[in-house]
């Protein structure tokens, strides 16, 4: 008998002081165990964008220093993992599909810490062996009544920053984003 489908989800607050979140296979970054070996893999735009387009990483980037709520909610065939009624309200701007390949776990963590050992504050994922579609969605969840405490921090029912929807990718999605930037820049 098999189990049933179901979507996953992590919920965590991670930090970054480079500007950028990112999920990422550890995998494909054994190589990296310093700051020498960090800065020519991942130090230029150009450099995180090879790693986007073959699906070893996925940016969650808006260019801000800082400590964000980020939900990991990965779903499965038959049972994709979707936005909340309540995010779906709050849902400010959504990327297009990223491509993510995983060899079993993925972590998240800000672009800094990438590398061959988690560094503390790392989020690890299971993540089953594959290739998959991965879409951001950055949440104004200070709009949401309730979310602000009296000392201007979340509520403990406060949505998260960014909501991260893992699904397989079906064999014929063949076009992914590639840009560093998550989402794209508003027209004037």
Do not use: K
């Amino acid at each position: 008998m098999t189990a049933p489908p179901r979507t996953v989800e992590t919920v965590s607050t991670v930090a970054t002081d480079a500007g950028m979140l990112a999920l990422w296979d550890p995998r494909c970054f054994t190589g990296i165990v310093d700051y020498d070996t960090w800065d020519p893999q991942l130090g230029e735009d150009e450099d995180v964008e090879r790693h986007i387009r073959i699906g070893a990483l996925v940016p969650i980037n808006i260019r801000s220093d800082g400590a964000f709520g980020v939900l990991v909610r990965t779903g499965e065939v038959g049972l994709p993992a979707r936005l909340t009624e309540r995010e779906s309200r709050h849902r400010l701007v959504t990327s297009d599909a990223y491509l993510l390949h995983s060899s079993g776990q993925v972590w998240l963590s800000g672009v800094e810490a990438v590398g061959a050992e988690a560094w503390p504050g790392t989020v690890q994922c299971d993540l089953p062996a594959g290739r998959y579609s991965v879409v951001i969605h950055l949440i104004a969840w200070e709009d949401e009544p309730g979310s602000v405490d009296e000392d201007g921090t979340p509520s403990e029912t406060a949505l998260s920053d960014f909501v991260v929807l893992i699904n397989p990718a079906t064999p014929e999605q063949d076009t992914f984003r590639s840009a560093v930037e998550t989402f794209d820049q508003p027209e004037d």
